[in-house]
């Protein structure tokens, strides 16, 4: 493959002819890389390498190219090449790029670049792959697409149809290091996957970014390397990130350090001053509210004495009930002894009489037992008496049952008697008629007859229908005419209104709209919300001096649309047009109802009055809502400013700089205005027209000829609507006949049906009589065969009748047995219960003569009893006063109050206790408790103010200490910044100087570090005076210019081995071009400054070169030849100077 062709030395402008023949030699100076694989993507180069490329992976085939050492090869046709001009081996700075090779990247097959140490100018037309070489160092490098503003992922990077892509880079080594740095990187497309090889060998992603940590090459550092997506992004860099951004481009590595160290310790810093402040505020708000406590303390302290008497007290009442009740307790049991014995000696003395009771009773309960059981047989006799009486009265029914049914046999047999006398009458009466003279009916006859009838009433009918539709159709296009008349006579009205003239225009402007707009009016009421006509009809300008400028904004179809405001609307009215009335002409357009797209006008007030203008469109136009809406929607006349007078160059550029500014009218001409956002905010075009007479919101006279034709369509619709009354009448008169005829004929028809239908059905019967009279017969058979089969029935259900009662005779008998039965065991019953009331009587009486006795001997059992009960109830209350007690012995809390509990006075009550703790409790109701955690809030409070006075100590302490820090760290980082700072000053003025113009960088300083900032100021005409650069200040070419400058001044103390710049020309001015050019290459061909990389798609005539730079021209296209050597530069630039001599 052809390498990369060193330019000559640059001859003095004095032996060049003229401009043609430099722009010749100039071109001969450009190299350009080449590919083998590919016509669409050609480069041709110099020279060619013998040796191949050192490559981990098989992949497209590899041309020989000769290694970075191999001394570049002038033009040998070039009378000015020497051998002083080449580019030594050492020249390229540690890190520079020697070489990149593409495979399959972006459009690129198979491609290589040998750029020069000092300035590379890429250039070529737009979309020939200037970018992708800038995209291909930034991801062959081991950085990401995000620093390229393109693509988001790296798959989009390989060329169209292939699965991976080849980027290879080859870096200047470093003195002590033997060979060069070649860094291979393979995208996979499938899942945007990247692999690494260093030397030959695979590697990661880490180690490569390490390698470029090491050689300073700073990809993310926009003044390092900036994209063409990245220059927005450079221009919208703040003062402090610039700052930053300079000291990674320019500082050592320690500054960078140092402002990062002193940001760290300026933030925190901060964080420690503002938390000192708060804890002193904290402090001194605690002491305060410790000082208002301190009475309030004093008093809970007294109430807390109080409340610790009151505990004691009602500790102490468990005790006391214990000692009470076991004093009880004592005294519980020697009356219990005392009831005892009185007890015992009472039931001694009626134990007798009690043994005689017990007798008695005993037999008193036995006659109890008896009289139970014989109970009991007296019920069981009584229910099998009852299950008899049951089942007699079943076979009482049984009975009944058998009798009805022989009764229900009886009476069926007289009914079959009476059928079949009844039946023997019937077929003697069937076969009288069947010995009848025969009927004569022919049914041919009867139907011809009726069809000759219903002939003749169709043909009646089709002569009304005929009549009724004539009369009709005379009627329909007479209410036709009327509605024709009706509406020419309202348009001929309506020539005398404003609406009318504009529905006049609108009819001339477009007639399916005209025709639309009419029905919409004749059906208001069938949609769901208002449609709106034409703007042309609903809207008017307010001001007519601003009607020409107003209707500029719009387009003919803006003033026809038709506005709803649903879309089911929308669909009506579409389909209404476009298939039932089939207009082609007609514009729908559909805006919400209440939802309004007005937006934030792109003009501040203030920039609106420094421009001249009057308004925006939208304000001069008068109508409905809606259709205002869809205006705005599709003119966006809410955006478009309008002034009556033509605008100053100062108004013209306040206008043409704001970005939202997209169209304005002023004086009598439109202004359309074109960004171009990729080469920067101020790339700006602007096209001017003459604003077209107003045609549509304009009063214009009546059209007389169009009146006079109304009129005329009036008078012949009149003559047309006589000529169908005179028709239609005759007609009228003719149909009452024609229904009277019709309604006779009818019944004559329904009367011919009935008389045949009358003879048909008298005939068939006396055809269908034999075989009725068979059927009868047979019927009359089988009521005879029946009656024998009813009296076999009726013998059997009388035998059954004599079995029932019989049966029924016998359970009547043993019925008896069982009332016997039952009478017996009442009378045993009655004997048992005479010899119980005897008994019991018995007891009473013994229990009467002994009551006295018993009595009292009860009460004593009872005072037993209640003396148990209370001694059962002293003994619990003094067990659960111990249980209280012990569990009050037991807690700690209470060891001061031990020998108190011991020690309880005699005599001492739970009453006298409780009137001691009610005495005390009524003090606490005097000493009213504000703030009843006062004591716990101001011993917490307490311990809160010495730990913020530690604290406070604390953080002055380290606030001294990041003081002393931060002095020292400033002490060394402000003088050397302040030294860089004036460095790139003095470049960036001297560069300024060389055009006759100023500018100056210095820093501006701020407590925070993190807010230091590069302050750029710049001055490009006599009048002015030095202004900071921004974005208001100075246009978009001046602010290019003030921007490369700076990157220049940063190119001799450029740490990062080389530089790329990526279109940073498009926007400027020739002149400011010609003069960042010339600075440029003064700069970046000196020696021992890094490489820097200029790409470009277009050049000026006539620009500088120097032997240190070197051009890299891409083409590409379909008429590239398929062998690179015939794009041999030196070769064309020969054939050139040839035809040029001759010529």
Avoid at 250 to 256: C, G, H, L, V
Avoid at 572 to 600: A, C, P
Avoid at 903 to 922: D, F, K, M, Y
Avoid at 1092 to 1114: E, H, N, Q, S
Wanted: hydrophobic share 35%; charged share 35%.
């Amino acid at each position: 493959m052809p390498s990369l062709e060193s330019p000559p030395r640059r001859r003095a402008r004095a032996e060049i002819e003229s401009d043609e023949d430099a722009d010749i030699l100039r071109a001969s100076q450009r190299s350009t890389p080449s590919s083998t694989d590919s016509a669409k993507r050609v480069r041709t180069n110099g020279h060619h390498r013998e040796s191949q490329s050192e490559s981990p992976e098989p992949g497209p085939s590899r041309p020989n190219l000769p290694s970075y050492r191999q001394q570049t090869r002038y033009d040998e046709d070039d009378e000015d090449a020497s051998d002083d001009d080449q580019a030594g081996p050492f020249e390229f700075q540690p890190g520079a790029i020697v070489r990149v090779k593409l495979t399959n990247f972006v459009t690129y097959e198979n491609a290589e670049f040998f750029p020069g140490p000092n300035l590379n100018m890429v250039i070529g037309p737009n979309g020939t792959g200037k970018s992708s070489l800038v995209c291909a160092i930034c991801l062959g490098l081991g950085w990401g697409p995000q620093h390229l503003g393109r693509a988001g992922q790296v798959g989009e990077f390989v060329k169209h149809g292939n699965s991976d892509a080849y980027v290879e880079v080859e870096l200047q080594r470093r003195p002590n290091e033997p060979r060069n740095h070649v860094v291979r990187l393979r995208i996979i497309k499938e899942n945007n996957g990247r692999e690494f090889w260093l030397g030959g060998k695979k590697t990661s992603l880490k180690n490569v970014q390490v390698l470029m940590k090491d050689l300073s090459v700073q990809i993310d550092n926009l003044c390092q390397f900036l994209p063409q997506d990245k220059v927005s992004s450079f221009a919208g860099l703040s003062p402090v990130d610039l700052l930053q951004q300079t000291l990674r481009a320019a500082a050592p590595e320690y500054m960078i350090e140092w402002h990062d160290e002193l940001k760290k310790l300026r933030k925190e810093q901060k964080g420690l001053e503002v938390q000192n402040e708060g804890d002193k505020d904290t402090l001194s708000r605690a002491e305060s509210r410790q000082q208002n406590l301190h009475a309030e303390v004093e008093r809970l302290q007294e109430r807390v004495k109080i409340q610790e008497r009151v505990d004691l007290l009602k500790k102490t009442v468990p005790f006391v009930e214990y000692k009470i009740a076991v004093q009880q307790h004592e005294a519980s049991k020697e009356t219990k002894k005392a009831a005892q014995a009185r007890f015992r000696e009472l039931s001694e003395r009626i134990a007798p009489t009690l043994r005689s009771i017990t007798a008695k009773e005993r037999y008193r309960d036995q006659i109890k037992i008896v009289v139970g059981e014989r109970q009991h047989a007296l019920k069981a006799a009584e229910r099998d008496a009852d299950a008899f009486v049951e089942l007699i009265k079943e076979l009482e029914e049984s009975v009944k049952k058998i009798e009805s049914d022989e009764k229900a046999i009886t009476t069926t047999d007289k009914k079959r008697k009476l059928e079949i006398n009844r039946l023997r009458a019937h077929i003697t009466n069937l076969k009288a008629q069947r010995d009848a003279p025969p009927i004569e009916f022919n049914a041919m006859e009867w139907n011809e007859h009726v069809r000759t009838k219903e002939q003749e009433s169709r043909s009646l009918a089709a002569h009304f229908r005929e009549v009724e539709a004539q009369y009709s159709e005379h009627v329909n296009a007479a209410k036709t005419v009327k509605q024709n008349i009706t509406e020419a006579e309202r348009e001929l009205a309506a020539f005398d209104t404003q609406e009318g003239q504009q529905m006049s225009k609108l009819e001339k402007a477009s007639k399916d709209t005209a025709k639309a707009w009419k029905w919409v009016q004749e059906n208001l009421g069938s949609f769901e919300k208002e449609v709106y006509g034409p703007a042309m009809i609903t809207c008017s300008v307010k001001d007519p001096q601003y009607v020409n400028a107003v209707e500029s904004c719009l387009r003919f179809p803006d003033f026809k649309a038709i506005t709803a405001q649903t879309l089911n609307d929308m669909k009506k009215l579409s389909d209404q047009f476009d298939n039932v009335m089939e207009l082609g002409d007609v514009i729908i357009r559909q805006v919400d109802e209440g939802v309004s797209i007005r937006r934030s006008k792109p003009l501040s007030q203030q920039d609106f009055q420094r421009a001249g203008l009057d308004g925006w469109a939208v304000d001069y136009i008068d109508g409905p809502t809606p259709v205002l809406e869809m205006l705005m929607s599709s003119a966006q006349i809410d955006q478009c400013p309008i002034g009556l007078n033509d605008p100053t160059d100062e108004q013209y550029n306040v206008l043409a700089e704001n970005i939202g500014v997209r169209r304005f009218i002023s004086g009598q001409n439109s202004y359309a205005v074109a960004r171009r956002p990729e080469y920067g905010p101020h790339a700006v075009s602007t096209s001017v027209k003459p604003i077209r007479p107003a045609s549509f919101w304009t009063d214009q006279p009546v059209d007389a000829s169009a009146r006079r034709e109304i009129q005329e369509r009036i008078d012949s619709l009149k003559s047309e609507l006589r000529e169908l009354g005179d028709k239609a009448r005759p007609l009228k008169d003719s149909i009452p006949d024609l229904k009277e005829k019709g309604t006779a004929l009818r019944k004559e028809i329904e009367d011919i049906k009935k008389e045949k239908a009358d003879l048909q059905k008298a005939w068939s019967a006396q055809k269908a009589l034999p075989d009725r009279i068979q059927a009868e017969e047979e019927t009359l058979e089988g009521k005879l065969r029946d009656s024998d089969e009813v009296q076999e029935q009726r013998r059997k259900l009388k035998t059954q009748i004599d079995l029932a009662v019989i049966r029924r005779a016998k359970k009547t008998l043993e019925y008896k047995e069982h009332i016997t039965k039952f009478r017996n065991c009442h009378e045993e019953l009655i004997e048992a219960e005479i010899r119980l009331v005897e008994a019991m009587s018995d007891v009473a009486s013994l229990k009467e003569r002994h009551e006295d006795t018993v009595r009292e001997r009860d009460i004593e059992q009872e005072k037993v009893r209640t003396i148990e009960a209370e001694a059962k109830r002293v003994k619990d209350i003094a067990r659960k006063a111990m249980e209280t007690c012990a569990v009050l012995m037991n807690d700690p809390a209470n060891a001061d109050y031990i020998e108190a509990f011991k020690n309880i006075p005699e005599g001492q009550t739970v009453e006298a206790l409780e009137t001691e703790i009610a005495a005390e409790e009524s003090k606490l109701e005097f000493i009213h408790a504000g703030n009843p955690n006062a004591i716990k809030d101001y011993e917490k409070r307490e311990i809160e103010v010495e730990r913020l006075k530690a604290k406070i100590a604390d953080t002055e302490t380290n606030l001294n200490t990041i003081s002393r820090n931060i002095t020292k760290i400033r002490g060394k980082w402000e003088p050397e910044l302040d030294t860089l700072i004036a460095r790139i000053s003095d470049a960036f003025s001297y560069n300024f100087e060389q055009i006759g113009c100023a500018g100056e960088v210095n820093v501006h300083k701020d407590d925070d570090f993190d807010q230091w900032a590069i302050q750029i100021k710049v001055k490009f005409r006599e009048s002015e005076t030095l202004q900071q650069l921004d974005a208001h200040r100075q246009s978009g070419g001046e602010r290019s210019v003030s921007t490369i400058f700076y990157l220049m001044s940063l190119q001799s103390m450029a740490r990062a081995p080389f530089r790329v710049v990526d279109e940073i020309n498009q926007g400027m001015d020739p002149r400011n071009e010609r003069m960042v050019h010339e600075r440029m290459v003064e700069i970046a061909c000196k020696e021992h400054t890094s490489q820097y990389f200029l790409i470009t798609p277009k050049l000026l005539t006539g620009l500088r070169y120097d032997k240190r730079m070197k051009v890299l021209c891409i083409a590409s296209g379909e008429h590239m030849p398929e062998n690179y050597q015939r794009m041999d530069i030196t070769r064309i630039i020969g054939i050139q100077k040839t035809i040029l001599a001759v010529g």
